[in-house]
């Protein structure tokens, strides 16, 4: 399978504890985002990288959040002092050079905050 | 699997009609447009897209349709099968400037046998 992956699918946290979610994007993609989507919305836009420069970020990116993409490949999303209200599906994407605005997109890894 | 989209609108269509769906978008700046299917517990899949500069674009069994001047934008399935019941999402892109990629809220289409 040569898609968007992620790892976990799913995560079970204590309030206040760290967790670090994967994402490994299509393999010559150079641009990777994340987002985070809750019930009943749409995925809403956390941050990106062109290869391993993170290029924005956006305002729901709290400081407890940071992503990295040390190698210009695979991501890593941490998320510090988990609150109930982190629980969402967070998703990852990526994109080529050929089409840059064509996202496609992983499973999602299933966050929920107890 | 979890359900996407719980308290969203919602178009219910026979099989075999054909399914219009709507979108209003935000931002007249936005240059590309793009329409998403999300199946419960999966990503986003890609369906179609269109540039600024069109009106219009078809793909096999999809057509969406841009009205830049009202701001809406449509995607029309012919022949719903029961296989295109999932959640359906808009895209705005703006790609000059600050890059922004908006969602819109979805919209969840039933196909009844």
């Known amino acids: 399978d040569t898609g968007v992956s992620q790892d976990p699918r799913h995560k079970i946290t204590k309030r206040g504890q760290n967790v670090t979610f994967r994402c490994d994007p299509i393999?010559?993609?150079?641009?990777l985002y994340w987002y985070r989507q809750t019930l009943g919305q749409g995925p809403e836009f956390l941050t990106y990288?062109?290869?391993?420069?993170?290029?924005?970020k956006s305002r729901l990116l709290s400081d407890r959040f940071s992503a990295e993409r040390p190698k210009g490949s695979f991501s890593t999303l941490e998320i510090q002092r988990t609150e109930q209200g982190d629980s969402a599906m967070y998703l990852c994407?990526?994109?080529?050079?050929?089409?840059?605005?064509?996202?496609?997109f992983g499973p999602g890894t299933r966050l929920l905050v107890l | 699997g979890e359900s996407v989209g719980l308290h969203l609108p919602t178009l219910s269509v026979q099989e075999g009609d054909n399914s219009i769906i709507n979108c209003a978008y935000s931002?007249?700046?936005?240059?590309?447009f793009i329409w998403y299917k999300q199946e419960s517990g999966k990503g986003p899949q890609f369906i179609i897209d269109?540039?600024?500069?069109?009106d219009k674009r078809q793909g096999q069994r999809v057509t969406v349709l841009l009205n830049k001047t009202v701001k809406h934008l449509s995607l029309q399935i012919a022949a719903t099968q029961p296989g295109d019941s999932a959640v359906y999402f808009c895209?705005?892109?703006?790609?000059?400037?600050?890059?922004?990629?908006?969602f819109g809220t979805g919209t969840r289409l039933k196909v009844l046998a």
């Open positions: 393999s010559e993609h150079n641009r």
């Open positions: 931002n007249s700046a936005s240059d590309y």
């Open positions: 269109i540039r600024s500069n069109m």
């Open positions: 994407a990526s994109s080529g050079y050929r089409d840059q605005e064509t996202q496609y």
């Open positions: 990288f062109q290869n391993e420069a993170q290029l924005e």
């Open positions: 895209a705005e892109v703006t790609t000059s400037g600050t890059y922004k990629y908006i």
